[in-house]
C-alpha cells in the first residue's frame, strides 16, 4: 500500500522549489530529482549517514575531497557550515554539473571546486567510459542493469589528486567504483575517510580488501559513525 503521505508530499514540488534542506537551498525542479531523492530531501532523510559521519569527522580549516558528487547537497552543506573549508569534489556525469553550479549559486557558497572527472587508478591520465542511468544516484564506471547509455570522461589519477590537493578528509559514493580504487591503495596521510560500500556490486572479497587498505593507510572503523553501508574511518596512532 503506497503512502498517504507520497502524492501530497510529492506534489509539492512545484510548491517547493528550491527546497531547503538542513538550511541549504537545493533546486529540486528537473528529471534529475526522482520520487525518492525529493521525498527523502523533504523528510530530512537525503545521505543522512554520510552527512552525520561527516560532520562528525570534518574541522572547519579541514581540506575536504568528495568523489561523487552528485547534486552538490553533503559537500555544500560542509561548505556552508565552515566557509573556511576549502573543497574539491569530483562528478562524473555531465548532466549534474549545472545543477550543482545552481546550488551554488543559491547559496553563496564559493569554497568549492567542482570538477567534471573520475578519480582512477590508472598509470597516467586518460578517458573512461561512465555509465548513466535515469537516475543520477546510480550512475557509475561499471554497466548495471539499469544502465541506459555511456559517456566518456576525463579520468584523473587519485595519487595525484591526494599529492596535489593534500585533502585531510575523503568522502566517497561512487556507486561501486571504490572496490577498484581503494584496494591496494595507500592513501596515507588523511586523517578520516568516509566511503559507502556497494556490497551487492562489489562483493566480499572486494569490501575485505578495501578494509585492508585502510588498516595498512592507519585508518580504522569509527564504529559509532558508521550506519549501513555507511563506513567512517578515521586515523589511529598505533603503538608499537
Same mark, same amino acid.
Given at each position: ?32 530529482? +526522482? ?17 552525520? %559521519? ?11 575531497? $568528495? ?12 561548505? !556552508?557550515?565552515?566557509? !573556511?573549508? !576549502? ?21 553563496? =557558497? ?44 576525463? %579520468? ?18 561512487? #556507486?561501486?567504483?571504490?572496490? $577498484? ?14 566511503? $559507502? ?9 572486494? #569490501?575485505?580488501? =578495501? ?15 558508521? +550506519? ?13
Amino acid at each position: 500500500m503506497k503512502s498517504p503521505l507520497a502524492p501530497m508530499t510529492f506534489g509539492l514540488r512545484k510548491v517547493l522549489s528550491p527546497l531547503t534542506y538542513r538550511g541549504l537551498k537545493v533546486p529540486t525542479k528537473g528529471g534529475h530529482v +526522482s520520487r525518492g531523492v525529493w521525498k527523502a530531501l523533504y523528510r530530512g532523510r537525503y545521505e543522512l549517514p554520510e552527512i552525520e %559521519a561527516l560532520f562528525a569527522l570534518l574541522r572547519p580549516t579541514d581540506r575536504l575531497l $568528495e568523489l561523487g558528487t552528485g547534486m552538490g547537497v553533503v559537500s555544500g552543506l560542509a561548505a !556552508q557550515s565552515h566557509p !573556511q573549508l !576549502q573543497v574539491m569534489t569530483y562528478e562524473a556525469n555531465p548532466a549534474m554539473i549545472p545543477v550543482i553550479a545552481e546550488l551554488h549559486r543559491l547559496n553563496a =557558497i564559493t569554497n568549492v571546486q567542482v570538477v567534471n572527472a573520475v578519480l582512477t587508478r590508472s598509470e597516467t591520465p586518460g578517458i573512461r567510459n561512465f555509465y548513466l542511468s535515469k537516475s543520477f544516484a546510480v550512475g557509475s564506471l561499471l554497466p548495471n542493469g539499469t544502465t541506459q547509455e555511456s559517456v566518456e570522461v576525463a %579520468a584523473c589519477r587519485l595519487e595525484d589528486v591526494l599529492r596535489d590537493f593534500r585533502p585531510d578528509v575523503l568522502l566517497c559514493d561512487i #556507486e561501486g567504483g571504490e572496490a $577498484e580504487l581503494f584496494s591496494g591503495q595507500n592513501i596515507k596521510g588523511l586523517r578520516a575517510v568516509i566511503v $559507502e560500500l556497494h556490497p551487492g556490486v562489489i562483493g566480499r572479497r572486494s #569490501e575485505a580488501a =578495501i578494509y585492508d587498505s585502510m588498516a595498512a593507510s592507519g585508518l580504522y572503523p569509527r564504529i559509532e559513525l558508521c +550506519s549501513g553501508t555507511v563506513v567512517a574511518f578515521e586515523s589511529v596512532q598505533l603503538e608499537k
